[in-house]
Nanobody, 123 residues
Framework: QVQLVESGGGLVQAGGSLRLSCAASGRTFSSYGMGWFRQAPGKEREFVAAISRSGASTYYADPVKGRFTISRDNAKNTVHLQMNSLKPEDTAVYYC????????????????WGQGTQVTVSS
């Protein structure tokens, strides 16, 4: 069973940076594409970024392009999301997820989810 645990969230002022981490259990981490999603109160969960199994390919949602960077370390079973130039609209619970099929950008493509970590950006 794959388990994902996010960390690194917190409170930051607009323009600041945070680095989220996701630790994965199991021995098949490299078999999954990995993604980050976020959900603000009262809103649907939305795609943020994804990275392929090897880390060679990445994909970002338009609102975070140029500001966020997704990366992974398969040897350590971790995936990260570096968030720079944060804006109040980035405030949300951020979720790490695993996609067994590839570089998924849709919720239904992800089989495993973490519990989320809160990111709050103050103006």
């Amino acid at each position: 069973q794959v388990q994902l645990v996010e960390s690194g969230g917190g409170l930051v002022q607009a323009g600041g940076s945070l680095r989220l981490s996701c630790a994965a259990s199991g021995r098949t981490f490299s078999s999954y594409g990995m993604g980050w999603f976020r959900q603000a109160p009262g809103k649907e969960r939305e795609f943020v970024a994804a990275i392929s199994r090897s880390g060679a390919s990445t994909y970002y949602a338009d609102p975070v392009k140029g500001r966020f960077t997704i990366s992974r370390d398969n040897a350590k079973n971790t995936v990260h999301l570096q968030m720079n130039s944060l804006k109040p609209e980035d405030t949300a619970v951020y979720y790490c997820a695993a996609d067994p099929r590839g570089l998924g950008i849709r919720l239904v493509e992800y089989d495993y989810w973490g519990q989320g970590t809160q990111v709050t950006v103050s103006s």
